[in-house]
């Protein structure tokens, strides 16, 4: 039998609101009726474009159409408490954008509204549903990775290397606190504790600020669509967030940690690789390269797994949905992501198998401590 309709909307056309659209038609029983965003003309183009029947400029007016069950909010960092709370107090459910809010004393207060109201929620830590992410945490689950020793690795982008890179991102105003930690440290962080199941429990961060000053256009990028932006194009701005660091941590097991984070690092795209080194085996993937997970041992010879659902373990099949050698990356793990959120509201589902306002809390509360250890120089306990 055909799951029932679910009519869902989004707030926010930039990068990350049409992927969610893209991922949600893909999805076959769920009907995306309406987007909204700042700018009227902008908004109205992008629903055009993205087969959108209604465009709103006002999320409040969005949130009083009755049709819309769902809200997915894809806005800026610091609309996110403000649009999330509005989401909930109008009984539709939500599906945030990380971070859920830029304080933990506002990520609480979501978590108990969205347990007043009995409504869904969801982050989107989107990693996590990559077909290989799944098998490692089946490798984990199943104990055959044995106890976990140390977790270590990167997220390294290269989009803020040049000092006339600029976005929103940088002004703590509209982010919060930290860029690069909150940004992607935020996504490792994530990732692997889902994998393992242990929790953070301290951090040691050491920030780096490496343009302290930038050169902000001094009108929106796509104004200069097509032509090369002079000297008085710019406006030099003083920069506070890090776009580096490092971050040692330990967890509950007392096992030990360490990861860096980088926007400036030349040639990087968008490189996540972890490491898990565990007493049985130790795996290892680079999600620039998501089909492919490597195990390692010490006795016998190491592994290569390759996405492929015929060799998977049942516990990752289900999101691996081309046979072997058929890539899946990036769009596909936001479809996954959503199709569980999704069946648990048409009520195909009992299980909340995604991360719900609760992860988003513990990963805001991971990077407030990382913000407060990179200021005073020592180690800080995550407070959950």
Same mark, same amino acid.
């Given at each position: 039998?055909?799951?029932?309709?679910?009519?869902?909307?989004?707030?926010?056309?930039?990068?990350?609101?049409?992927?969610?659209?893209? /991922?949600?038609?893909?999805?076959?029983?769920?009907?995306?009726?309406?987007?909204?965003?700042? %700018?009227?003309?902008?908004?109205?183009?992008?629903?055009?474009?993205?087969?959108?029947?209604?465009?709103?400029?006002?999320?409040?007016?969005?949130?009083?159409?009755?049709?819309?069950?769902?809200?997915?909010?894809?806005?800026?960092? %610091? #609309?996110?408490?403000?649009?999330?709370?509005?989401?909930?107090? *109008?009984?539709?459910?939500?599906? *945030?954008?990380?971070?859920?809010?830029?304080?933990?004393?506002?990520?609480?207060?979501?978590?108990?509204?969205?347990?007043?109201?009995?409504? #869904?929620?969801?982050?989107?830590?989107?990693?996590?549903?990559?077909?290989?992410?799944?098998?490692?945490?089946?490798?984990?689950?199943?104990?055959?990775?044995?106890?976990?020793?140390?977790?270590?690795?990167?997220?390294?982008?290269? +989009?803020?290397?040049?000092?006339?890179?600029?976005?929103?991102?940088?002004?703590?105003?509209?982010?919060?606190?930290?860029?690069?930690?909150?940004?992607?440290? *935020?996504?490792?962080?994530?990732?692997?504790?889902?994998?393992?199941?242990?929790?953070?429990?301290?951090?040691?961060?050491?920030?780096?600020?490496?343009?302290?000053?930038?050169?902000?256009?001094?009108?929106?990028?796509?104004?200069?669509?097509?032509?090369?932006?002079?000297?008085?194009?710019?406006?030099?701005?003083?920069?506070?967030?890090?776009?580096? /660091?490092?971050?040692?941590?330990?967890?509950?097991?007392?096992?030990?940690?360490?990861?860096?984070?980088?926007?400036?690092?030349?040639?990087?795209?968008?490189? #996540?690789?972890?490491?898990?080194?565990?007493?049985?085996?130790?795996?290892? /993937?680079?999600?620039?390269?998501?089909?492919?997970?490597?195990?390692?041992?010490?006795?016998?010879?190491?592994?290569?797994?390759?996405?492929?659902?015929?060799?998977?373990?049942?516990?990752?099949?289900?999101?691996?949905?081309?046979?072997?050698?058929?890539?899946?990356?990036?769009?596909?793990?936001?479809? %996954?992501?959503?199709? %569980?959120?999704?069946?648990?509201?048409?009520?195909?589902?009992?299980?909340?198998?995604?991360?719900?306002?609760?992860?988003?809390?513990?990963?805001?509360?991971?990077?407030?401590?990382?913000?407060?250890? /990179?200021?005073?120089?020592? +180690?800080?306990?995550?407070?959950?």
């Amino acid at each position: 039998m055909a799951m029932r309709t679910v009519k869902a909307a989004v707030i926010g056309t930039g990068f990350i609101g049409p992927a969610h659209v893209e /991922a949600l038609k893909r999805l076959g029983f769920v009907e995306v009726v309406a987007l909204c965003g700042r %700018n009227p003309e902008r908004t109205e183009q992008k629903a055009a474009a993205l087969g959108v029947p209604r465009a709103y400029s006002d999320y409040r007016k969005l949130l009083a159409n009755p049709d819309v069950e769902v809200v997915h909010n894809a806005s800026p960092n %610091n #609309l996110h408490f403000e649009v999330n709370q509005a989401i909930l107090e *109008s009984g539709k459910h939500c599906v *945030s954008e990380k971070p859920l809010t830029r304080t933990t004393a506002e990520s609480r207060r979501l978590v108990a509204l969205a347990q007043e109201k009995g409504l #869904l929620n969801a982050v989107c830590f989107n990693y996590r549903f990559y077909p290989l992410s799944q098998q490692a945490k089946a490798i984990c689950d199943a104990g055959k990775a044995g106890d976990v020793y140390a977790i270590h690795g990167s997220y390294l982008q290269d +989009w803020l290397l040049h000092e006339t890179d600029y976005s929103w991102r940088l002004d703590q105003e509209v982010s919060g606190e930290s860029c690069a930690v909150g940004d992607i440290g *935020s996504h490792f962080c994530d990732l692997v504790t889902f994998i393992t199941g242990h929790t953070i429990t301290e951090v040691m961060a050491d920030f780096q600020t490496t343009h302290k000053v930038r050169k902000r256009p001094k009108a929106a990028v796509e104004a200069f669509a097509g032509k090369t932006l002079k000297p008085e194009d710019y406006e030099e701005v003083q920069i506070e967030s890090e776009d580096f /660091a490092s971050v040692l941590f330990r967890l509950d097991n007392g096992a030990r940690g360490a990861f860096t984070v980088s926007q400036v690092s030349a040639g990087r795209k968008n490189r #996540l690789v972890y490491e898990i080194d565990g007493s049985t085996c130790a795996i290892s /993937a680079d999600l620039e390269r998501p089909n492919e997970l490597w195990a390692g041992y010490r006795d016998r010879a190491n592994e290569s797994y390759v996405k492929d659902p015929s060799i998977l373990s049942e516990q990752a099949q289900p999101y691996a949905h081309y046979p072997g050698g058929h890539p899946e990356g990036y769009p596909d793990a936001f479809k %996954n992501l959503f199709l %569980n959120v999704y069946r648990r509201i048409a009520g195909e589902s009992s299980v909340d198998d995604f991360p719900t306002f609760v992860d988003g809390h513990r990963a805001v509360a991971i990077v407030e401590a990382a913000v407060r250890s /990179a200021r005073e120089g020592r +180690w800080v306990e995550v407070d959950y």
